[in-house]
């Protein structure tokens, strides 16, 4: 398992978004501001050519731009893993990217759970 967007989910939550709403642009406003995400629900997929399987967007001056802050990421990050129980930094798998490149893409150990995959508040920490 992936890690989760824990800035779309915070979106969604914060703003009533559509569970299909997708971020395609994240930007960081100035000093503690917080972020904005401009996104859509995918207006399909493509069937083929080299982007078969990926969403298909509507042009970017439809896009719809959402503002959240630092605090409404971290209350997302506690629900999520209030929800599944896993650590939200590694989504469970214990495992983070440590590099990509053109040999493949190396891992480390989470250094949010230390390699447990679970979240902070089941392994009694904090």
Known sequence: MSAPDIHAIAA???????ADWQPRIY?????????????AV???TYSRGPRKGRPK????????RVVITAD???QAR???????????HCGGS?????????NGTTYRECGACSG????????GVG
């Open 72 to 74: 409404e990421v971290k």
């Open 57 to 64: 967007w509507a042009p970017l001056g439809q896009l719809e």
């Open 27 to 39: 930007g960081c406003l100035d000093r503690d501001l917080g972020f904005y995400l401009r996104g």
């Open 12 to 18: 969604r939550r914060v703003h009533g978004l559509p």
């Open 116 to 123: 447990t995959g679970k979240a902070l508040h089941l392994r």
């Open 94 to 102: 214990g495992q983070q990217v440590k590099s990509t490149g053109i």
């Open 78 to 88: 506690i629900c999520w893993e209030n929800e599944t129980g896993l650590c939200s």
């Open 42 to 44: 995918p207006i399909g």
